[in-house]
């Protein structure tokens, strides 16, 4: 397993404006994945960060709006962009450690648009 | 596209009592199945994982999970919960080979004392 920590634990922002949320995993990892969790709803995929690539998005997320950094193995950030009240969730972030496929997650970041 | 369906999405239950949340997924190849638990005011944790081998997985906290094929199923169950249960419950599926997780919607359970 992993223990994962994330900045801010929540957040109130306002419309327009942008956030960054990081991500420190305390072991190398090859693969760190974004979720976004709304009000009522499951995990949605956001992008699979790579380190030393571009991050990979799901569709409906572009780089614009989410752009994500790796530049090491034990750390990415999220940037959400020009906000609006819909992207108020709580956004997750999960490691996958060695060969199998589970993932382990971080506390999560609630943010708020207003 | 791949889907997991959780079909119950809040369960309340008495102490002692036994459960049974289930979790149906729409791929029909190899897959990686798991369940994680969110308590209250805590980040997801893994539950209990299946890859290959014995169908029936056991986890944490007396939680078990049995994967049927031909049903395309993998159910969660545990013969008697307690207080502590009370969380939501979300099953997930990665087909084989694929790095992607699908969640379903989540279940939450309320245990009554």
């Known amino acids: 397993s992993a223990v994962i920590s994330q900045k801010p634990s929540r957040d109130i922002c306002q419309r327009g404006t942008s956030l960054t949320i990081q991500c420190q995993v305390d072991?190398?990892?090859?693969?760190m994945f974004w979720y976004r969790q709304q009000p009522g709803q499951s995990l949605t995929l956001i992008a699979t960060?790579?380190?030393?690539?571009?991050?990979?998005?799901e569709s409906g997320f572009v780089i614009d709006k989410f752009p994500i950094s790796r530049p090491n193995l034990t750390f990415s950030t999220l940037t959400v962009s020009n906000m609006s009240p819909e992207d108020s969730s709580i956004y997750l972030c999960?490691?996958?450690?060695?060969?199998?496929?589970?993932?382990?997650f971080g506390p999560g970041t609630r943010l708020t648009v207003t | 596209a791949q889907s997991v369906s959780q079909h119950n999405h809040h369960v309340i239950l008495s102490e002692a009592a036994s459960l049974e949340l289930g979790c149906n997924y729409s791929y029909g190849g190899t897959v990686n199945l798991f369940w994680y638990v969110q308590y209250p005011g805590q980040h997801l944790q893994l539950l209990l994982k299946y890859f290959s081998g014995d169908p029936l997985v056991k986890g944490i906290k007396g939680f078990e999970a049995e994967f049927i094929k031909s049903k395309f199923s993998f159910n969660l169950r545990k013969p008697s919960v307690q207080w502590s249960d009370t969380a939501e419950y979300f099953c997930a599926v990665a087909r084989g080979g694929y790095q992607k997780v699908t969640f379903g919607t989540g279940t939450k359970l309320q245990v009554i004392p």
């Open positions: 960060a790579n380190q030393g690539s571009e991050a990979t998005y």
């Open positions: 072991s190398q990892v090859t693969m």
């Open positions: 999960s490691v996958k450690t060695g060969g199998g496929y589970e993932q382990y």
